[in-house]
Nanobody
Framework: QVQLVESGGGLVRPGGSLTLSCTSS????????VSWRRQAPGDQREWVAS???????NYGDNWKGRFTISRDNAGSTVYLHMNNLKPEDSGVYYC????????WGQGTQVTVSS
């Protein structure tokens, strides 16, 4: 069973920053595309950003220019650096990867509030 472990969520004021982490001991993790998705209360999960094994990145329009996805040199940890956070960024952030995006982490809560 592939396990994805997310961390880094919390409470932050508008305009603040957070960095989320997603790590896995699965050897294939380093070769998979990894995405972050956000689920706000009452909404479906929404794609935020993705990174390929080669470091190519792509972002949803709501987060482009404010969020940066990256992965460490070993490829075993993927980060989501979130800047200039807004209240509407709040929600549970999930790491998602694998063939047909089948694997999900447990999620980490991000709350942006004054």
């Amino acid at each position: 069973q592939v396990q994805l472990v997310e961390s880094g969520g919390g409470l932050v004021r508008p305009g603040g920053s957070l960095t989320l982490s997603c790590t896995s001991s699965e050897p294939m993790f380093v070769s998979w595309l990894v995405s972050w998705r956000r689920q706000a209360p009452g909404d479906q999960r929404e794609w935020v950003a993705s990174i390929t094994s080669g470091g190519y990145t792509n972002y949803g329009d709501n987060w482009k220019g404010r969020f940066t996805i990256s992965r460490d040199n070993a490829g075993s940890t993927v980060y989501l650096h979130m800047n200039n956070l807004k209240p509407e960024d709040s929600g549970v952030y999930y790491c998602n990867t694998g063939p047909n995006n089948v694997y999900w982490g447990q999620g980490t809560q991000v709350t942006v509030s004054s």
